[in-house]
């Protein structure tokens, strides 16, 4: 039987061969521990939010977008202009603005070992700051195949920005293509 610790040796020598080996073959500038660790397996999304007061503020008018969806320089403008806020009144008392922003700051997608947030990320320029996720080019690019007759004129999405409509994981921070349904027009296939 081996020892513990020859054991423990081979688990890190074999988790530093993973993690060189998917580094050498990652498409990501700068991979992170965790995507060079599962590069595209345990954290293909974006992370899920764990913040009871973000999930019942910002999820109370519309699905509770993840902080990892935007740059936290989008953020900041968000949570700076809540007054007017896609033409109505989201305004919250000064604390609860601070520990939203503090949170959405923190796992804003600049932060973020999650692939789809580098995606978004790397497809913008480094001043962009976009108030919408559906503005981004990363975004863009991945719903031009979409119809009228399936989102403006759905009368069960009616907007692109109501992101749980047609991922059924969303909530989850998932957004896999094998999860889409369309309402009217069911699974999405290539
Ligand atoms: C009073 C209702 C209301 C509240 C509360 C609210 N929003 Fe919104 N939000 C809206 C509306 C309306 C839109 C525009 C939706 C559309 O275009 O379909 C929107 C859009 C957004 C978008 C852009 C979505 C896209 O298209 O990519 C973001 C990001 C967003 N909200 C973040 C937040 C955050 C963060 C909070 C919490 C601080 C919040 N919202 C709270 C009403 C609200
Ligand atoms: C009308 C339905 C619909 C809505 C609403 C929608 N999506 Fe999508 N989404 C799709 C389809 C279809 C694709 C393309 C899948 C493919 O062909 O790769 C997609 C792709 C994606 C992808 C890439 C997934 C992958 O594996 O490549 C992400 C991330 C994503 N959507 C996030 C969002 C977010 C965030 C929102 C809300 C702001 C949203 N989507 C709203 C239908 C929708």
């Given at each position: 039987m081996k020892s513990k610790s020859s054991v423990a040796s081979m688990v890190l020598l074999s988790a530093a061969l993973l993690g060189?080996?998917?580094a050498a073959f990652s498409a990501d500038n700068k991979?992170?521990?965790?995507?060079?660790?599962?590069?595209?397996?345990?954290?293909p999304g974006v992370a899920p939010v764990k913040n009871?007061?973000?999930?019942?503020?910002?999820?109370?008018?519309?699905?509770?977008?993840q902080p990892g969806l935007l740059p936290a320089r989008s953020w900041k403008k968000v949570m700076s202009g809540l007054e007017d806020?896609?033409?109505?009144?989201?305004?919250?008392p000064p604390e609860d603005v601070k520990n939203i922003t503090d949170y959405m700051l923190k796992n804003a997608a600049d932060h973020a070992d999650y692939k789809r947030s580098k995606r978004i990320m790397?497809?913008?320029?480094?001043?962009?700051?976009?108030?919408?996720?559906?503005?981004?080019?990363?975004?863009?690019?991945?719903?031009?195949?979409?119809?009228?007759?399936?989102?403006?004129?759905?009368?069960?999405?009616?907007?692109?920005s109501r992101c749980?409509?047609?991922?059924?994981?969303?909530?989850t921070g998932s957004f896999s293509e094998s999860e889409i349904q369309i309402p009217g027009f069911g699974a999405w296939e290539d």
């Open positions: 060189m080996s998917s991979p992170g521990f965790l995507s060079r660790m599962f590069d595209g397996e345990k954290a009871p007061q973000y999930l019942e503020e910002c999820g109370s008018c519309h699905f509770p977008y806020h896609f033409g109505e009144n989201a305004e919250l790397s497809s913008l320029r480094a001043d962009d700051a976009p108030l919408r996720i559906s503005e981004t080019p990363y975004f863009i690019e991945k719903h031009n195949e979409l119809s009228r007759a399936m989102v403006q004129d759905n009368p069960k999405v009616r907007s692109v749980g409509a047609c991922h059924t994981m969303a909530e």
